[in-house]
């Protein structure tokens, strides 16, 4: 399975995110809003960072900044991991166990389409594993899938 069938299978195809000077507080908003992770960091379109609860937790808790007051561009994590669209899950998953990210922001011939999450990727695995089953019980039942 590839990034881009995920993407295609997921409800909402917006990407979310936020602008260097944004306070962390603006993107925490958007976060607890849209149920998510993670934002994009976008400068006249262009990705600039990655914005988790991760960075806020230790570049902002931890060091104690308050979030209404401070800028995304000094917690965001500016040294983004893409992938492209026709990647294949297993080298995501191991992208991200390597270093220990939960998001890849997704670009196809080097434009940003979207971002997945460890949780998109296990959900489209066991979808894939639930359907093989399936196939497997219908062979050796000699039932018709």
Wanted: glycine share 6%; with cysteine; charged share 25%.
């Amino acid at each position: 399975m590839q990034v881009h069938q995920i993407l295609s299978g997921k409800e909402i195809d917006t990407i979310w995110s936020v602008a260097p000077d944004d306070t962390v507080f603006e993107a925490l908003e958007i976060m607890e809003q849209k149920n998510i992770g993670a934002v994009l960091v976008l400068e006249a379109g262009e990705l600039v960072g990655i914005f988790s609860e991760r960075d806020y937790a230790r570049k902002g808790i931890l060091r104690g900044r308050a979030s209404r007051d401070t800028l995304i561009k000094d917690v965001m994590t500016s040294k983004v991991i893409t992938v492209e669209t026709e990647q294949k899950l297993q080298e995501c998953m191991e992208i991200m166990s390597e270093r220990h990210i939960r998001h890849l922001p997704v670009t196809k011939a080097g434009k940003l389409v979207g971002i997945i999450s460890i949780n998109d990727i296990v959900n489209a695995i066991i979808r894939e594993q639930r359907v093989h089953i399936k196939s497997l019980e219908s062979y050796i039942s000699g039932s018709p899938y």
